[in-house]
């Protein structure tokens, strides 16, 4: 099994990306929030990878972060979801705003997507509950806008609280705050609720 590619990207064209590891040309499909993070061609990139071994095709995932690799393989695990759909959703949502569409059983949110339905969108939420915890991109750094939600929430879960309760109080922390103080006004707002 192929896990990760260290090598100079060769091209790009969504979802689509051609990767040269020593000589050898890896052809690709990334979600477009790894397309985004991608180096100018000619420059060096690593990227974790999936490999989905079908009867007529063989075919080669990349991603920027373990979190978007654990999103798409929790997935397409899910019956009827194939890896064209775990891409238009890791494109389309971030694998923090899925985990917290999933802990805030939040059907719209998916909707949004391109190719989901409500069926679809239910059928997810029902299938991921439990399976993803919103959390920083990898190296620990904050999540966009510096907000630190990904720790706050799973410092909520360990403490006992459902992931509806964690997700609505650590929705509720400002933007920017740090994550003792989000977890104390968290803590704070569960209190009173």
Avoid: C, W
């Avoid at 997507?113 to 239910?122: F, L, V």
């Amino acid at each position: 099994m192929i896990g990760r590619l260290v090598g100079t990207l060769v091209d790009k064209h969504p979802p689509s990306l051609l990767l040269d590891v020593n000589g050898v040309g890896y052809e690709l499909d990334a979600p477009m929030s790894t397309f985004y993070g991608l180096p100018a061609l000619g420059e060096r990139v690593t990227l974790l990878t999936h490999l989905a071994v079908r009867e007529d095709a063989q075919q080669l995932y990349g991603f920027a972060s373990a979190a978007e690799r654990a999103a798409f393989r929790a997935l397409i695990r899910i019956s009827g979801v194939g890896a064209r759909t775990a891409l238009s959703v890791l494109s389309g949502l971030s694998v923090d705003e899925l985990a917290t569409a999933v802990a805030m059983q939040q059907t719209g949110t998916l909707t949004r997507i391109p190719g989901i339905g409500a069926k679809t969108a239910a059928r997810l939420l029902l299938e991921l509950k439990g399976k993803l915890v919103a959390g920083p991109p990898e190296g620990g750094a904050a999540l966009p806008g510096g907000d630190n939600l990904g720790d706050i929430l799973r410092a909520l879960l360990a403490l006992g609280y459902s992931e509806r309760e964690a997700a609505a109080a650590a929705r509720l922390v400002p933007a920017g705050s740090g994550v003792s103080e989000g977890i104390r006004l968290a803590l704070q707002s569960l209190a009173k609720g």
